[in-house]
């Protein structure tokens, strides 16, 4: 499993009380329902703040082109 710092969960637990609050917007600009969404949102920030944070998943497009 993986390990994150302390800035991360920060991060996290902010934009989950601002996705319950109705106030976390995307990206476009579109209010953010989905709970994945606002952990994504908050995990991005937190490694833009240089927080330790595991690199994003690759897709699995890339993985199964890599394999054959």
């Known amino acids: 499993m993986a390990s994150y710092g302390k800035k991360a ?8 009380h601002e996705r319950k609050r109705g106030e976390l917007k995307s ?8 709970r994945a969404q606002a952990v994504a949102i908050g995990l991005s920030e937190a490694r833009k703040a240089g927080g330790k944070v595991p690199a994003k998943a690759k897709s699995s497009a890339k993985k199964s082109e890599r394999s054959s």
Do not use: P
């Open 27 to 34: 990206g476009s600009g579109q209010t953010v329902k989905s």
């Open 9 to 16: 969960s920060e991060k996290v637990e902010r934009a989950m």
